[in-house]
């Protein structure tokens, strides 16, 4: 999901990344963050020290202003508010450099207090769908009678991928009681775990997995999940 047409006025004091975004940093201090014609002078916050400082203790922030979380791995990432002493807005960008989810005025926690902010079950689910079905739909277009093991190599390093992503999502569903989203990801999970361990990527194997996806109806439950919003 993307949503870049973002109103001035929810612009903004920080700005966080879930992704790697390390292309788009240099060795200087800061970098100017690009969002649909809209530039954010950002601080840069790589190593562990400088995320866990992040903008605690500062009396403000220039509303043109922020601060850039650089992560070398994508995930749901937490952002503990200790030691804040003004309201953030937080901008969630995916490792495709696309914004994902936002999580407006987050105020600084009490006196003794700590919380924190973290993107969206929603947001973050919506992109995974999106590479899962470049798995599903390259598995389920190919003919096993005239496919060879490497034609779906991509599909299985993908699928790979995006196992311990899905378990870690559907366990988050199910947390929740998003029953109806825990259940596609728990078929989902099925699907890139065949997938991804299959020794012998032959054409029964790909005919067994093309015939889970049709028993589980995958590809139209991932469709309808997405299509009515998580």
């Known amino acids: 999901m993307s949503?870049?047409?973002?109103?001035?006025?929810?612009?903004?004091?920080?700005v966080a990344a879930l992704g790697t975004l390390a292309a788009a940093c240099?060795?200087?201090?800061?970098v100017n963050v690009r969002i649909d014609g809209l530039v954010i002078e950002a601080e840069l916050a790589r190593t562990p020290e400088e995320r866990a400082r992040g903008l605690s203790g500062r009396e403000s922030l220039a509303g043109d202003a922020g601060m850039l979380f650089v992560f070398q791995a994508e995930g749901q990432h937490a952002?503990?508010?200790?030691?804040?002493?003004?309201s953030l807005d937080f901008i969630w960008i995916s490792s495709a450099r696309r914004v994902v989810d936002m999580t407006e005025n987050v105020p600084p926690p009490a006196p003794g207090e700590t919380h924190a902010a973290r993107p969206g079950l929603t947001a973050v689910t919506e992109e995974h769908f999106?590479?899962?079905?470049?798995?599903?739909?390259?598995?389920?277009?190919?003919?096993?009678?005239?496919?060879a093991p490497a034609d779906w190599t991509y599909e299985r390093q993908l699928a790979s991928d995006?196992?311990?992503?899905?378990?870690?999502?559907?366990?988050?569903a199910e947390r929740r009681g998003m029953d109806d989203l825990a259940a596609v990801m728990r078929d989902l999970e099925l699907v890139l775990l065949q997938a991804s361990v299959t020794s012998?990527?032959?054409s029964e194997a790909l005919g067994q997995?093309?015939?889970l996806i049709?028993?589980?109806?995958?590809?139209?439950?991932?469709n309808v999940v997405t299509s009515r919003g998580i």
Do not use: C, N
């Not at 999106?130 to 496919?147: A, I, N």
């Not at 995006?162 to 988050?172: G, Q």
């Not at 049709?214 to 991932?222: E, G, H, N, T």
């Open 214 to 222: 049709r028993k589980r109806d995958l590809l139209q439950k991932i």
């Open 200 to 202: 012998e990527p032959d």
């Open 26 to 30: 240099t060795d200087t201090e800061g």
């Open 79 to 86: 952002f503990w508010m200790r030691g804040m002493r003004f």
């Open 3 to 14: 949503r870049l047409a973002i109103p001035v006025a929810l612009l903004l004091t920080l």
């Open 209 to 211: 997995i093309q015939r």
């Open 162 to 172: 995006l196992l311990s992503d899905t378990r870690m999502y559907r366990l988050a």
């Open 130 to 147: 999106e590479r899962s079905k470049l798995v599903v739909l390259g598995l389920t277009t190919k003919d096993p009678r005239h496919t």
